[in-house]
């Protein structure tokens, strides 16, 4: 069976089993829509909270960030689980605890003010569909790559199926389907780690590879990496701290990631679709735990592509190139420009003597024709011995497209572990479960967002059960279709938006949502004020640098890190203010001191009781 | 009215009971702050901010600041939610058992 055949076969069950999923898990009240009717075991909510977290950018470019980053790459590892301490300590079993359905729920009934809910429901509302719209591209993605379908129909495709489960099941159907999910994506992505561990150090644990001596030479991979980096002009693989990422903007940006990732309204809601508190504790446990099956392998992942690839590829004519080589140059994630001898090239940007001699590129986001031009005239120069055409590597290096396109480690893992088609099929299959699980816990933030808390909360507070579950339908099928057409019509910043989606995260919620359950002076007009002042700094600065050409002005922190000064700012106007202001009512007191109790299963503020499960 | 069982049965204005609930609240905040301590030194410390200087030292073929960066300050995240989560459900225990001693103990069922 081809590769093709295999993909289409794993992909076809993988979706067959998401729909069966959905339908067995249909629901029929507000409370199984939006929190699973709080019946999800912690170890089950703990597992589809990591497939929720782990995201098509997780699962196929985590690993070729952190392969062309080195040590620098360990900010995004330690940002992307170092929140879940945060979120397990400081948040969790205190919003469970309050019980209610959403995080603007939370921040309206702990200040006291529809107004800090709607600014918490157009936050939660940026976050979400910023990151959807990635994740919808994604699914495209996998899809034309693996499938050869074009990228429309593939986010078609994607967004049928979420379509179906998520209005026909809910957080309920989201969760299990999600759990099923999450065995597929780390299924696929672990059998290509070990496998690439064994061919290169004989070790089947990748961790553990990752430390070892290499098989070829018994020189420890890594100080062959720094060895092979310094050689050929890249940074220091293992080195930290390499311009421009110096020790601050490091540190600012791990915080960022670290804090935002604990405000992030996806992963927050998760925690309130367990039984109890101490079930909620389990969860993050668990949540984290799984999360770490991926996080520490994706490393070892790039130590040893990046190895193989330097290996399999410089110094190489196109005869003793690889097959994988050949197969991905089809689709412009790598190119290769050769200088006229015939061998291929591979040099960083670090040495500027060898730097223009560098042959491996990428096709980025020019056209298949764009390409083909710079291939034809970069021929004509050679052929003519720089006479006519033109010399496309000075092309390409000046739109900064140097080096493969990162998304190869992942997608070619198997292939230069040499495992067999159905593993490859597999590979597609788990990007599609990352990007999928992602998507729906997001597309159903927004739903919660919009008709649980604008609707339900702020302008039809009457209204009946039946009525607000059509409403939650009814917009998760709309958002669905918003979140669609922008993976069809990307936007040209959503690369760029994903990544102070968690700037933003941390300056806005984080801070109001912390000192609303551990003070019981913060009044609404400090919250709110600090609020303002954290999300209107960080998108200040933010849009400023990236498109305003702003220098970075503040201590020379780039705007990806950011969101930990909003967050600092945040905090300090908040508490500045506090004692100028009064105090929360004695309702809202109380309502602290019973967060503060976390011993009881129940709400403490007691919700219209849904049909009991 | 499941949600409502304790405050019913427990009076919160007795002194042993407001007593008890700020001992437990302050053990919480205790250990939380203890973890969140080791988070800060593992991830931002260990990881970031003397990432330089550990990895003058090697553990098997990593230097330590980028093992940390990259494997250790994961498996130490893990290990503190674990920590926490048997700490404070045990804790929610005992608290459970220490309201339980006071209701028992009660002048009475009718407080005035």
């Known amino acids: 069976m081809s590769v093709k055949a295999w993909t289409f076969l794993f992909v076809a069950l993988s979706f067959a089993g998401y729909l069966l999923i959905a339908w067995l898990c249909r629901v029929r009240d507000t409370s199984g829509f939006y929190v699973a009717g709080r019946g999800v075991p912690a170890a089950a909510n703990g597992m589809a909270t990591a497939a929720d977290w782990m995201s098509a950018a997780s699962f196929i470019s985590m690993s070729g960030l952190i392969s062309t980053l080195g040590y620098t790459g360990g900010m995004y590892l330690m940002g992307w689980t170092g929140g879940y301490v945060l979120l397990a300590l400081l948040l969790a079993p205190y919003l469970r605890k309050f019980g209610h359905y959403t995080v603007p729920d939370f921040v309206g009934d702990r200040y006291e003010s529809n107004a800090a809910r709607l600014v918490a429901v157009v936050c939660a509302i940026f976050v979400s569909f910023t990151y959807v719209a990635g994740q919808m591209r994604g699914v495209g993605i996998v899809f034309s790559r693996f499938l050869e379908v074009d990228i429309t129909v593939g986010v078609v495709i994607g967004m049928a199926i979420v379509f179906v489960y998520a209005t026909l099941g809910g957080m309920k159907g989201i969760t299990w389907t999600q759990v099923a999910q999450y065995w597929v994506l780390i299924t696929a992505f672990l059998i290509p780690a070990v496998a690439i561990s064994f061919k290169l150090t004989g070790q089947v644990v990748p961790q553990l590879g990752m430390g070892s001596a290499l098989l070829a030479d018994s020189v420890p991979l890594l100080s062959k990496l720094d060895q092979l980096h310094a050689d050929l002009g890249f940074a220091s693989y293992t080195e930290p701290f390499t311009e421009p990422w110096n020790k601050l903007n490091v540190f600012c940006v791990t915080l960022a990631l670290m804090v935002g990732t604990a405000g992030l309204p996806h992963v927050i809601v998760r925690f309130y679709t367990v039984k109890s508190v101490a079930a909620a504790r389990w969860s993050a446990f668990w949540a984290l735990l799984f999360i770490s099956a991926l996080y520490l392998t994706a490393p070892a992942t790039a130590a040893f592509a990046r190895y193989y690839m330097i290996e399999s590829l410089h110094g190489k004519s196109a005869a003793e190139l690889p097959e994988w080589f050949h197969n991905w140059r089809r689709t412009g994630l790598i190119l290769w420009l050769d200088d006229g001898d015939g061998r291929l090239a591979y040099y960083g940007e670090r040495d500027a003597s060898l730097a223009p001699r560098n042959e491996v590129f990428r096709g980025g986001a020019l056209g298949a024709t764009e390409l083909a031009d710079i291939e034809v005239a970069h021929q004509r120069w050679l052929d003519s011995g720089g006479a006519v055409g033109a010399d496309g590597r000075t092309l390409l290096r000046t739109r900064n497209l140097s080096g493969p396109d990162q998304d190869i480690i992942v997608l070619a893992t198997p292939e230069m572990a040499n495992l067999a088609g159905w593993i490859v099929a597999l590979v597609a299959a788990g990007g599609l479960a990352a990007a999928l699980s992602t998507a729906s816990g997001l597309l159903l933030v927004i739903s919660s967002s919009v008709a649980h808390d604008l609707y339900y909360r702020i302008i039809n507070p009457v209204a009946a059960e039946a009525q607000r579950l059509v409403i939650g339908r009814v917009v998760i099928g709309l958002a669905v279709v918003v979140a669609g057409l922008l993976g069809i019509f990307p936007p040209g910043f959503v690369s760029q938006v994903v990544a102070f989606a968690f700037g933003l995260a941390a300056a806005s919620f984080f801070p109001a949502i912390v000192l609303g359950i551990f003070s019981k002076r913060v009044g609404t007009v400090p919250a709110m004020a600090g609020m303002i002042a954290g999300i209107g700094f960080t998108a200040g600065y933010i849009v400023g640098s990236v498109y305003g050409g702003m220098p970075s002005w503040c201590f020379g922190i780039g705007p990806q890190g950011i969101g930990s000064v909003g967050m600092a700012l945040n905090f300090t106007v908040t508490l500045l203010l506090t004692p100028l202001f009064p105090g929360p009512s004695q309702a809202v007191c109380d309502l602290i001191e019973t967060i503060h109790e976390p011993e009881d299963a129940g709400p403490a503020v007691r919700i219209e009781v849904a049909a009991e499960h | ?112």
Request: with cysteine; hydrophobic share 50%.
């Open chain 2, 1 to 112: 009215m499941r949600d409502t069982r304790d405050r019913a049965t427990v009076d919160v204005r007795d002194p042993r009971v407001v007593e008890a609930i700020g001992r437990y609240w302050r053990h919480n905040v205790r250990i939380m702050a203890g973890l969140l301590v080791i988070w800060a030194a593992a991830g931002l410390g260990c990881g970031v901010l003397f990432a330089d200087v550990l990895n003058q030292y090697r553990l098997g073929g990593f230097p330590l600041g980028f093992w940390f960066a990259q494997q250790g300050s994961i498996l130490v995240f893990v290990l503190l939610i674990l920590i926490y989560a048997t700490l404070l459900n045990r804790l929610d225990a005992q608290h459970h058992v220490e309201l339980e001693r006071i209701r028992r103990t009660a002048p009475g069922d009718s407080q005035p």
